[in-house]
């Protein structure tokens, strides 16, 4: 069975540029996560959409971020205007149901310059 | 959620039972144990949870105390490819919530 499948794999752009990062959940999965990892800040939730419905974006670092699912087999998560304190690890998950286990992509390792 | 205790980092012998230990003195009654891992440069895994009961799964298996303050991941028989950071997670259950990830245990398991 295919996993999460997140892309691309690398980014590597200039500060200012517009970041889109791709989501592909689990088949039948109803509920769909994006963090992000740092050395810093360690594994931080970004948002999650039950339902392809945003129920909780309290981790949305600020207005610069957006996300969206406009089905169940499709997310993004987009950084306009970008920053190097953008640059991080950025992990999408997916689960059956929102209290189900969760089930995580290889993740997106973004680097802006 | 409550909030989780675990060493930084330990190691293991290849073929010798890793023991991971994880404190949740704060634990409520309708909170689970979740263990993820992550192996360098992946995401995390998903390995096992419980809520009272101890739990095996083909992974490994987890020790809950009596007075759920405390729980013990166990991998049975270690190899050099379960290297990684282990994490101990409290989640409310029946609910959508996020997983807090603290720092986690390094496990290093050597030759």
């Known amino acids: 069975d295919a996993g999460v499948i997140q892309s691309p794999r690398h980014e590597v752009t200039e500060m200012g540029q517009e970041v889109t990062l791709r989501c592909k959940p689990i088949s039948g999965h109803n509920s769909l996560f994006w963090y992000r990892q740092t050395m810093m800040r360690g594994l931080e939730l970004l948002i999650y959409f039950n339902n392809n419905v945003p129920i909780d974006d309290s981790g949305m670092p600020e207005d610069r971020f957006s996300a969206k699912m406009p089905n169940a087999s499709f997310s993004t998560l987009k950084i306009q205007p970008s920053e190097p304190r953008d640059s991080a690890v950025y992990f999408c998950?997916?689960?059956?149901?929102?209290?189900?286990?969760?089930?995580f992509g290889d993740g997106t390792r973004l680097s802006i310059l | 959620d409550a909030k989780t205790t675990q060493p930084p980092s330990m190691d293991c012998a290849e073929g010798r039972a890793a023991n991971l230990p994880c404190n949740h003195s704060t634990i409520s009654g309708n909170e689970y144990v979740y263990w993820y891992r992550q192996i360098h440069s992946q995401g995390p895994q998903y390995i096992i949870h419980g809520l009272k009961n101890n739990e095996t799964n083909e992974m490994a298996s987890l020790i809950i105390t009596e007075d759920r303050k405390s729980s013990t991941l166990i991998l049975p028989h270690a190899t050099l490819r379960d290297t990684a950071v282990y994490y101990c997670?409290?989640?409310?259950?029946?609910?959508?919530?996020?997983?807090?990830f603290g720092t986690g245990t390094r496990l290093q398991v050597t030759l």
């Open positions: 998950a997916s689960s059956l149901t929102g209290d189900q286990p969760q089930h």
């Open positions: 997670i409290v989640r409310v259950a029946g609910t959508a919530s996020k997983l807090t």
